[in-house]
């Protein structure tokens, strides 16, 4: 059984784990892979994504995405990705966690920190913005998948046939210095943070994600024990 942990939120039972990683790094696809295993086991885990999750924040990520708020500079987009996590967060998460579900997210505020922090945005105004969205609600486990960014990048090339969305279409270095300061999180917070190598094929690296959840999180093995039989 979980532990309950107190939050603003109400009694919190499940668990949030978090994937981050630059673009094409294979969060959606782990993510998918992990949901199989835990939901094989027993386990009730729901998948979820930032920006988006809900239609409020699913709206916000269309004009991010496409580029709307581009012109507004990158605080401005901090705010818009902070007040989709807000969304986000009471209206799924949250509730998610006190049901005492596993949420699987694919990005959450490591991103904000990595990419509006990059293009210059203060880390206090960030800090601050974290702070208001999350309400006291952080990841238990956040996955970073690391691969050199032009590796990533190849795995997504030519996928929409509108072209590349608003930060695939940056620069090379701009992706390779978010993935150092993805790095540079996992350094700072490796507590939380696990870093996987993502170059290797899907099947080695959801292999490695089973690991670390497991040793991270073994609540999730020993919940799954009863149904799995093991
Ligand atoms: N953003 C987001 C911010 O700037 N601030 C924020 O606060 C937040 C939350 C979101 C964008 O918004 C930015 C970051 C992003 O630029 P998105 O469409 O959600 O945009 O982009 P990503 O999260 O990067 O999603 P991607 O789909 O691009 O990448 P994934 O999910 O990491 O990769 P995945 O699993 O879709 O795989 C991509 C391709 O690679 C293959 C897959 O089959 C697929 O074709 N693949 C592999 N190939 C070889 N080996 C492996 N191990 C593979 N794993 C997957």
């Given at each position: 059984m979980?532990?309950?942990?107190s ?12 994937f ?44 991010l995405?496409?580029?709307g ?6 605080a ?23 049901d ?16 509006q922090?990059?293009a ?15 309400g ?34 940056d ?5 390779e210095?978010?993935?150092q ?31 670390a ?18």
């Amino acid at each position: 059984m979980t532990a309950s942990l107190s939050s603003p939120h109400g009694s919190r039972r499940g668990r949030l784990v978090t994937f981050e990683g630059g673009e094409g790094a294979g969060k959606s696809t782990q993510i998918a892979r992990l949901a199989d295993r835990l939901d094989g086991m027993g386990v009730r885990v729901v998948r979820t994504r930032e920006p988006g999750g809900t239609p409020g924040a699913e709206a916000v990520r269309r004009v991010l995405l496409a580029g709307g708020a581009r012109s507004f500079g990158s605080a401005a987009e901090a705010l818009l990705f902070a007040a989709a996590r807000a969304d986000h967060v009471d209206r799924l998460i949250a509730p998610a966690l006190c049901d005492g579900t596993f949420v699987l997210c694919d990005r959450f505020t490591d991103s904000t920190r990595v990419y509006q922090g990059t293009a210059g945005v203060p880390a206090p105004l960030l800090a601050a913005l974290e702070r208001i969205a999350l309400g006291g609600v952080t990841p238990d486990l956040t996955i970073i998948l690391d691969v050199p960014a032009a590796v990533g990048l190849a795995r997504v090339a030519g996928r929409a046939a509108g072209g590349p969305d608003r930060f695939e279409g940056d620069p090379i270095e701009e992706h390779e210095a978010r993935r150092q300061a993805f790095l540079a999180i996992a350094r700072a917070e490796a507590g939380r943070c696990v870093v996987v190598d993502a170059t290797a094929d899907a099947n080695a690296v959801a292999d490695a994600v089973w690991r670390a959840v497991r040793d991270r999180l073994p609540e999730a093995a020993a919940a799954a024990t009863p149904v799995a039989g093991a």
